[in-house]
C-alpha cells in the first residue's frame, strides 16, 4: 500500500535508509528535521507499505517554484516490482496538483543504477550544472 509519508514511519523509514546502499544519512536527517520536513511539505512524500512494514520511501519538497525528490528508496527484496517508479509517479503528480512541472533530484555521479532507473522514467541529467554546498557549521555531518 502506498501512502503519505508520517513522521510515525520515521523509525522504520531510517532503517530502510540506513540499509540502503548510496544513500548518506546526516544530521540534516534527524527525527525533529524529518517531522519539519513533512510539515512544511505536506503531502509530497510517501512509503509503501507490505504487511505494515515500510519496503519503500521517499521523501519530497518544493520550494514553491520547483520540486526536489530525495532519498528514494525500496527495500532490496522488493525491488524490480515497480515500486520506485510509483513512489516516482505519485511525487510527480502531487507537484503537478500545486501547478509544479519540474523536479530536480540530485544523485551521486557513481550511482548509475538509479541514474539509469531515472533515465527510463524520462528524467534527463544535467550536465552542464555543478552542485556547489556551503556549510555554516564546523560539523561535517550536518
Ligand atoms: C532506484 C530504486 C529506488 C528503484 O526501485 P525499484 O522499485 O526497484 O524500481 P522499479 O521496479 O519501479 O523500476 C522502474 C523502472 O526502472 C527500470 N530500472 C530499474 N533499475 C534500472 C537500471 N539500473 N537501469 C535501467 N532501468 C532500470 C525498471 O526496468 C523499470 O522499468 P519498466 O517500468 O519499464 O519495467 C532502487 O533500486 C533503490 O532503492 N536503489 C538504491 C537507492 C538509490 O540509489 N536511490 C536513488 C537515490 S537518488
Request: aromatic share 10%; glycine share 10%.
Amino acid at each position: 500500500m502506498l501512502r503519505e509519508m508520517l513522521i510515525s514511519d520515521y523509525d522504520q523509514v531510517m532503517a530502510l535508509w540506513g540499509n540502503t546502499e548510496s544513500m548518506s544519512l546526516r544530521g540534516a536527517d534527524s527525527r525533529d528535521n524529518i517531522a519539519l520536513y513533512l510539515k512544511k511539505n505536506p503531502g509530497l512524500s510517501f512509503v509503501v507499505e507490505k504487511q505494515g512494514l515500510v519496503v519503500g520511501a521517499v521523501l519530497a519538497g518544493t520550494d514553491g517554484r520547483r520540486g526536489y525528490l530525495q532519498h528514494l528508496a525500496v527495500s532490496v527484496s522488493s525491488r524490480g516490482e515497480g515500486l520506485g517508479k510509483q513512489l516516482v509517479n505519485t511525487v510527480i503528480a502531487a507537484f503537478a496538483e500545486q501547478g509544479i512541472a519540474k523536479t530536480h533530484l540530485f544523485v551521486h555521479s557513481d550511482n548509475k543504477a538509479a541514474q539509469g532507473f531515472y533515465e527510463s522514467m524520462g528524467w534527463f541529467p544535467r550536465d552542464e550544472v555543478r552542485m556547489f554546498s556551503f556549510n555554516s557549521s564546523s560539523e561535517l555531518n550536518v
